[in-house]
């Protein structure tokens, strides 16, 4: 079994998308993030839902969560998208250097070079990708499954 | 509408589980990760499904994912399973120094509070919890959606 057998659909964005078309996405398909896109389609960095609140969220409410409170329900879901709207993708990423390594592996890796490539870079899901296709990601969950079915003892 | 209202049940390990055990929760339940409490139900730590595998796949292939492929796929997930077994989730998890901050509010938390939690520890997920009892989790998607829903025009 290799990545390309293993891969699950995995919402995409393009980096001149809007941010609040992103947030969308991972509100309604519950997702932890997003996979970034350039132009061409290939894969730059994921967005997480984490980055996406880092961004909207005044940035003294951050520092003191308690100050959230002087905020009533509306209120605070206003200055939130407030801070979002009108801003591309690119905009609400985090500056270059501190951006996600996108984990990549080809269709070609076998099941334990996934697990290694996840386990050193300690993410939940990597990128399965050729040249420029990206045929999928797989998760850390998935991967787990795949090890633990093949311990069953074999006939 | 409060942290409590937002919960979402999610599985929980305790340190003494069995860490095969754990990895069969997150494979089937394809998390990307459990929640481990300590012996009086208090919460600890999040166990990501990547670190199972980081104990699990043999250093020198962390090092260098393409050392994989001198296991078969048999050889591949045997090594893993060996490393996982007999195991317990305490002896899986990283150095306490290491560990994930759990990310913690209260059930009287504001959406916004919850938010701003998020973003500075940068999770995808955060704890709900009152004294000694864990009410459930919330996600990042869950409070995005919360949001966005805020900012339908109101009558």
């Known amino acids: 079994m290799r990545a390309r057998d293993l891969v699950e659909d995995y919402p995409l964005v393009r980096l001149t998308d809007d941010a609040l078309a992103a947030a969308r996405l991972i509100a309604e398909q519950r997702r932890p993030g997003v996979v970034v896109v350039d132009g061409e389609g290939r894969p730059v ?11 909207s969220v005044p940035g003294y409410v951050q520092e ?15 200055v939130c998208l407030r801070n979002l709207s009108g801003r591309s993708v690119k905009e609400v ?3 270059e250097e501190k951006r996600y390594e996108l984990p990549m592996v080809s269709g070609e890796a ?10 050193r870079l300690r993410t939940p899901l990597i990128v399965v990708s050729d040249d ?12 787990l499954e795949v090890i633990l079915n093949a311990s069953e003892p074999r006939a």
């Open 93 to 95: 990423l985090p500056p």
């Open 64 to 78: 003191d969560p308690s100050l959230a409170r002087v905020y009533d329900e509306q209120g605070g879901a206003d």
């Open 132 to 143: 420029e296709e990206i045929h999928g990601v797989v998760t850390a969950s998935h991967l």
């Open 110 to 119: 076998t099941v334990l070079e996934c697990a290694a490539t996840m386990a």
């Open 45 to 55: 960095t994921v967005l997480p839902g984490s980055q996406v609140l880092r961004f």
